[in-house]
């Protein structure tokens, strides 16, 4: 089929992509072994895919040797030079320097034998963690240095994705999980990123290979029947979605538009996905030198589906149960959708934010501000079972984060005060009281939603005040209780 037929999408200035990319976390999948792939041999099957238009492909740090291989078609293969390259960089939680983020992505350049990463994406694991958002902040400065063409984040949910870009930071994508499985993608998600020049790179979109017609009206896998880590792990988003029985009538209805527009099962899927609001690509996962699904890739940009037909994989959607919670969470709360149903495969621990200071009669945490030095006390006080945590701004050290963001600064408060909580042993769970302090009666209502999704669970006794706060940059204060349960 001919490149023309390939559509593009614009990420930023220089940056072009396909709107389908390829996908090459199977890599690890194919080394789970130990065994390293050749990257020579293996490099020569990424020339197929950008002979036929499909120049962009995606990869992180920790799938395996892709970025290698990646890096070793660029060097050797005519296509290699006009490739475009996103990758990922997935750090362990915890404190982060400048230096520390200027080696990771120095290695990302080494490992692909670049002078500028195209596009780097940032995964964080957990958002009462602050650091955070020094690792973007540092990754800007990279940015503006030239090292890196431009920034994006994965699986961030949307309160976070908007304190980054309210805070300067200059983000042009969040990759998710977005598929007709999982369409957490929408509602808030596209609508925060149309309105704010990010585009949504959906990957997933075949569920690890469970959207095809090779799954239709086959009995439920179990054990062995699930032969790799994609399968395991897009199992579990089926079974959040409702079941076997749900996914088969799904596919029967993909069938019936597959036989009408004459093209597979998976590019029904894929080009459905293409037409979400906010999408700029999908990501569709190959397993370089096994399976090379290019011609359906292409032909993804050679029809259209019909609003008829739109209508009726609606309503097969509509017979799902929706995925819980926002993007990304399937990584930082149960359930936890991935490959081995929990974190073991990925982190050890997670390390606390704030270092408790001991006493006969009490357990204190500083954050650092020099408010608490100045005025004399802590960021929160346990005692006993009873955790109380001050009076919170959007501070981090000398940045007041969103500004002019009501939404974003509750959101970034509330982490503050689950990271309060979780250096004294007390969960976000554990609170029955919230006080809210806002600066403006018109913010009410943002920062009363960012509170309704954070506690929508939990539903403390809660106050709000108008009030003056100190700090023309501060839109809103939370104080918090907590009894540890």
Request: with cysteine.
């Amino acid at each position: 089929m001919e490149n023309l037929k390939i559509e593009t999408y614009k990420l930023a200035k220089g940056l072009e992509i396909s709107r389908a990319v390829t996908g090459l976390w199977q890599i690890a999948d194919m080394e789970k072994d130990g065994n390293s792939l050749d990257p020579v041999s293996t490099a020569q099957y990424m020339s197929p895919y950008a002979s036929a238009g499909l120049f962009t492909f995606d990869m992180a740090d920790h799938y395996g040797s892709a970025e290698i291989i990646a890096g070793t078609f660029k060097k050797n293969y005519p296509e290699g030079a006009k490739a475009k390259f996103l990758t990922k960089w997935v750090p362990k939680p915890g404190p982060v320097t400048r230096q520390q983020v200027r080696e990771a992505v120095q290695d990302r350049l080494d490992r692909l034998q670049t002078k500028k990463v195209d596009l780097l994406q940032y995964h964080a694991w957990k958002f009462s963690n602050p650091y955070w958002l020094d690792t973007l902040i540092y990754l800007q400065e990279l940015k503006e240095e030239g090292f890196i063409g431009a920034l994006g984040t994965t699986n961030f949910d949307t309160a976070h994705l908007r304190i980054a870009k309210s805070s300067g930071i200059d983000l042009v994508s969040n990759q998710i999980s977005y598929s007709l499985i999982d369409q957490r993608g929408g509602g808030q998600m596209a609508d925060y990123c149309a309105d704010n020049g990010i585009a949504i790179l959906a990957y997933g979109t075949l569920c690890g290979g469970f959207i095809s017609r090779k799954w239709l009206g086959k009995k439920e896998p179990v054990g062995e029947g699930l032969s790799n880590w994609s399968l395991m792990k897009y199992k579990r988003f089926v079974d959040a979605a409702g079941g076997w029985d749900k996914f088969q009538n799904l596919l029967e209805v993909l069938d019936e538009i597959s036989n009408e527009n004459d093209r597979s099962i998976s590019t029904i899927a894929s080009k459905y996905q293409l037409g979400q609001k906010a999408v700029g690509a999908v990501i569709i996962g190959a397993r370089l030198g096994e399976n090379a699904h290019i011609d359906d890739a292409v032909s993804l940009f050679s029809f259209e589906i019909s609003s008829e037909q739109r209508k009726k994989i609606k309503a097969a959607l509509q017979l799902l149960d929706s995925i819980p919670g926002d993007c990304g969470d399937e990584y930082r709360k149960p359930p936890y959708l991935t490959a081995s149903g929990d974190l073991s495969h990925h982190l050890e621990e997670f390390p606390s934010v704030y270092e408790p200071i001991k006493s006969a009669t009490k357990e204190r945490i500083d954050s650092g501000t020099t408010w608490e030095t100045l005025a004399g006390y802590s960021r929160a006080v346990r005692v006993g079972d009873r955790v109380l945590v001050s009076g919170t701004t959007a501070t981090h050290g000398a940045l007041a984060v969103g500004r002019n963001d009501p939404s974003a600064q509750a959101h970034f408060v509330i982490d503050k005060i689950e990271a309060s909580l979780e250096s004294l042993g007390a969960k976000l769970s554990d609170v029955v009281r919230t006080r809210i302090y806002v600066n403006s009666m018109s913010d009410w209502e943002a920062v009363s939603r960012a509170h309704g999704e954070r506690f929508a669970e939990i539903r403390p006794a809660n106050t709000m005040f108008v009030a003056k706060l100190i700090g023309k940059e501060y839109l809103v204060e939370i104080e918090a209780e907590a009894i540890i349960q």
